[in-house]
């Protein structure tokens, strides 16, 4: 009895200490959400005013506005996504075949590829290239002479493919050399490619994706067919403007193009520029640094 009644009295006080630590409880969870929005907050003021060039970016202030807002970053594609696309990938096999100058059925029937697989794979039809079939692909063109890694044809990343065995004489020995020198490279793939441009990167606005002091070159398009090199990285010739390196997306003005770069904190004030009418455009399809 004396038990029980002790117990009723320190029920009441039981609650009311449980009530207490249930609120501490939430208190706590709140003040520990504040305190991390507040560090955020701080430490996002800091990367502003450590880098007050950022805003003066137009795609970095875009991106700076859509943050505050809620919104998505919607407006352009990710880089990644356009040179590691299918087509992309379609676009560098296909190059890389025209390299060994056999023709599909050729190629195929050579290294026992589907002449419809290898198709697919260079029209970018039914997911495009696989890694299985990269796989495929690089060990037909090493018998070739052609080394490419396997970053730079799925991906578009690293060094292009090195060749060996087309500047070799049809009498001399059957060794092939791995790498050449960059301008044996570069001859060849003019040998190989007609109406080509190349150029030197001068500066940091396309970087990490091209350094400053790389080589790169392309085939020029114009007039209609500069709507082929939308969503890729370009040499590209503005008319008023000196010839340099962007990424292409259309403009909502006839014959225009926006030209974007890929850096958000260059120091360039005119990385991008929008509306502007191209002479030419020559998608990036062979790069060579001085070391390689």
């Not at 379609?90 to 075949?97: P, S």
């Not at 080394?147 to 004489?169: D, Q, R």
């Not at 991008?272 to 002479?279: A, K, Q, T, Y």
């Amino acid at each position: 009895m004396i038990v029980k009644k002790a117990l009723q009295k320190l029920t009441p006080f039981r609650k009311k200490n449980y009530q207490n630590n249930h609120n501490l409880c939430y208190f706590s969870i709140e003040v520990w959400y504040l305190a991390r929005l507040i560090q955020y907050c701080v430490y996002f003021a800091h990367i502003v005013c450590k880098n007050r060039t950022l805003l003066n970016n137009p795609s970095a202030s875009l991106f700076v506005r859509h943050i505050l807002q809620g919104k998505q970053m919607s407006t352009f594609s990710r880089p990644d996504d356009v040179v590691s696309s299918r087509s992309s990938r379609a676009n560098r096999l296909k190059r890389l075949r025209k390299m060994t100058r056999k023709s599909r059925k050729a190629f195929s029937e050579l290294y026992g590829i589907s002449q419809g697989t290898l198709q697919n794979w260079e029209t970018a039809r039914f997911g495009g290239l696989t890694e299985k079939g990269a796989h495929i692909i690089l060990k037909a063109l090493k018998n070739e002479g052609i080394h490419c890694n396997f970053e730079w044809l799925m991906y578009g990343a690293g060094t292009g493919p090195n060749i060996g065995a087309l500047l070799v004489p049809n009498d001399a020995p059957s060794k092939r050399t791995k790498t050449t020198s960059i301008d044996d490279d570069l001859n060849v793939f003019k040998q190989l490619n007609e109406n080509t441009i190349h150029m030197y990167v001068n500066d940091d606005t396309m970087t990490p994706y091209y350094s400053k002091g790389e080589l790169v070159a392309g085939t020029i398009h114009k007039a209609e067919a500069i709507s082929q090199c939308i969503g890729h990285i370009c040499i590209v010739k503005p008319i008023e403007w000196p010839q340099q390196i962007k990424l292409v997306r259309k403009s909502s003005k006839e014959n225009a193009y926006h030209l974007i770069a890929l850096n958000p904190l260059t120091l360039d004030r005119h990385a991008n520029l929008h509306d502007v009418e191209l002479e030419f455009c020559a998608p990036i399809t062979w790069v060579r640094k001085e070391d390689s």
